[in-house]
T-cell receptor, first 110, second 117 residues
């Protein structure tokens, strides 16, 4: 079983819809990252959080340490949001080693 | 402030050749991490380096792979005698100096796509 599980694996939405991507992890962590990767492209760090909630533009990330769960929300989704969203955790006593989920492929149709 | 730079962006090698992947961290960053993304798989940690030191290479295959981050110049990931299974995207990330117990965002480069024929 992967230490970091994301759901759904694939998500298709219509422009304007509210999107939620979930991440569950099984180890104790010190921080959780949400990353964005466009097809054939590089990786952009969206958020790093260890508690509570962070917001940047139309993106919101939340984490519940007790539940070992995080969510990434996209409000008013747009076709340019189409990408793979990856959850990664820093844990196991390390303050740097990232363990990644397999990613969620989001497609937003116009 | 330029971001993390990697070159080449695409690299084609025949089986048995050597591949050298370069990573220049963001200005002011002294920590470099290498990750591998195999086709249809998630990213996996390979190695963590500081200038002139390998801190953690627990994710590196035991043979043919090596990494360095010299005092001057970029970090290099070197793959000797490449095989088809080495075909993947290799990403480098950098972060600033970590204080004790502190965590810092890692900034990723655009990746090098290695294709072994």
């Amino acid at each position: 079983k992967n230490e970091v599980e994301q759901s759904p694996q694939n998500l298709t939405a219509q422009e304007g819809e509210f999107i939620t991507i979930n991440c569950s992890y099984s180890v104790g962590i010190s921080a959780l990252h949400w990353l964005q990767q466009h097809p054939g492209g590089g990786i952009v760090s969206l958020f790093m959080l260890s508690s509570g909630k962070k917001k940047h533009g139309r993106l919101i990330a939340t984490i519940n340490i007790q539940e070992k769960h995080s969510s990434l929300h996209i409000t008013a989704s747009h076709p340019r949001d189409s990408a793979v969203y990856i959850c990664a955790v820093v844990g196991g006593g390390s303050n740097y080693k990232l363990t990644f989920g397999k990613g969620t492929l989001l497609t937003v149709n116009p | 402030n330029a971001g993390v730079m990697q070159n080449p962006r695409h690299l084609v090698r025949r089986r048995g050749q050597e591949a050298r992947l370069r990573c220049s961290p963001m200005k002011g960053h002294s920590h470099v991490y290498w990750y591998r993304q195999l086709p249809e798989e998630g990213l996996k940690f390979m190695v963590y380096l500081q200038k002139e030191n390998i801190i953690d290479e627990s994710g590196m295959p035991k043979e043919r792979f090596s990494a360095e981050f010299p005092k001057e110049g970029p970090s290099i990931l070197r793959i000797q005698q490449v095989v088809r299974g080495d075909s993947a995207a290799y990403f480098c990330a950098s972060s600033p100096l970590l204080g004790q117990g502190l965590r810092e965002t890692q900034y990723f480069g655009p990746g090098t796509r290695l294709l072994v024929l």
